[in-house]
């Protein structure tokens, strides 16, 4: 069975510029979250989509990050315009429905000069 | 706000060794409780977990986990670590009225031969 994967594996982007992440989950997982780490800071959570609705987005840290799920089966993160504080890394994780383990992928570098 | 501490940052150890690494957070309602761990080049793997039950978790390679209700802790151990252990450890929280997981800032581990 094929594990979360996400795409790109490293961004690299100028300021003002537009970036998008995409994550596929693993095949048959309704829960699917967005998490981001800062060099040196902890991992922390941005959003969770229950099949294509999102659930809780008490994470995302401004309007210039608009996240998507089509269909209910892989989502998109888009950051619009990047600034210099978004660099980090971008992971995305999934759980099956009703079930606490999430599975992260191996995550996006994002660097923005 | 709910929080999660990792106390060591970085720790050094030779092979055989023992293993205790800190976790401890901040919330009064029923947790789950995570240690992934993070191979250098690799993605977050799940470790370990508990939800309910005996206290004493045993996870993958022969670490195993303590949670102390009483002291909001649930510390790693591993009675003899190898060079293999080299990565990076963090603990997380998921508060049961959520889905969400809250990290701690990570321990990096290096083992040496």
């Known amino acids: 069975e094929a594990g979360v994967t996400q795409f790109p594996s490293h961004s690299v982007i100028e300021k003002g510029q537009t970036v998008t992440l995409r994550c596929d989950p693993i095949s048959g997982h309704d829960n699917l979250y967005w998490y981001r780490r800062v060099m040196g800071k902890e991992i922390k959570f941005l959003l969770h989509?229950?099949?294509?609705?999102?659930?809780?987005e008490s994470g995302m840290p401004n309007n210039r990050f608009l996240a998507e799920r089509t269909g209910g089966t892989y989502s998109t993160l888009k950051v619009q315009p990047a600034e210099l504080e978004d660099s980090g890394v971008y992971f995305c994780a999934s759980s099956q429905g009703g079930f606490k383990t999430q599975y992260f992928g191996p995550g996006t570098r994002l660097l923005v000069l | 706000a709910q929080s999660v501490s990792q106390h060591n940052h970085h720790v050094i150890l030779s092979e055989a060794a023992s293993l205790e690494l800190g976790c401890n957070y901040s919330?009064?309602?029923?947790?789950?409780l995570f240690w992934y761990v993070q191979y250098p080049g690799q993605h977050l793997q799940l470790l370990l977990k508990y939800f309910s039950g005996d206290p004493l978790v045993k996870g993958i390679k022969g670490f195993e986990a303590e949670f102390i209700k009483s002291k909001f802790s649930f510390n790693l151990r591993k009675p003899s670590v190898q060079w293999s252990d080299t990565a990076e450890y963090f603990c997380?929280?998921?508060?049961?009225?959520?889905?969400?997981?809250?990290f701690g800032t990570g321990t990096r581990l290096q083992v040496f031969p």
């Open positions: 997380a929280v998921n508060p049961s009225n959520t889905d969400k997981l809250i």
């Open positions: 989509f229950v099949k294509e609705s999102k659930q809780d």
């Open positions: 919330y009064g309602g029923t947790v789950n």
